[in-house]
């Protein structure tokens, strides 16, 4: 973390991809449980209710799914770092 504070850039950009996978996985996560909702409260059945319910009834792909957006986050904020020069950048303080 010593990289932070010689070059705040560094935290900045750490923070807003930290942030921006959080709000993806919410509202990943948020979307299938409001989308599921209507279906188990009011006991609906058929085959539409249970493509929009299997995604509720799967929540450790889920898991997976959060680990792969935050590596590939996570490789896209290095490749954009170092393609971008940021290190090179001056702050005026």
């Known amino acids: 973390?010593?990289?932070g504070y010689l070059k705040p850039i560094r935290k900045i950009y750490y923070h807003m991809?930290?942030?921006f996978v959080s709000?993806?996985?919410a509202v990943v996560i948020g979307g299938?449980?409001?989308r599921g909702l209507p279906g188990d409260q009011l006991k609906l059945h058929g085959p539409a209710w249970d493509?929009?319910?299997a995604p509720n009834e799967n929540f450790g792909t889920l898991g997976?799914?959060?680990i792969a957006i935050?590596?590939?986050s996570w490789l896209a904020a290095v490749v954009i770092h170092g393609t971008r020069h940021f290190d090179e950048l001056e702050i005026n303080r």
């Open 1 to 3: 973390m010593a990289g």
């Open 17 to 19: 991809t930290i942030t």
């Open 23 to 25: 709000v993806v996985v």
């Open 32 to 34: 299938i449980e409001a």
């Open 51 to 53: 493509v929009i319910g």
């Open 64 to 66: 997976y799914f959060t």
């Open 70 to 72: 935050s590596f590939l």
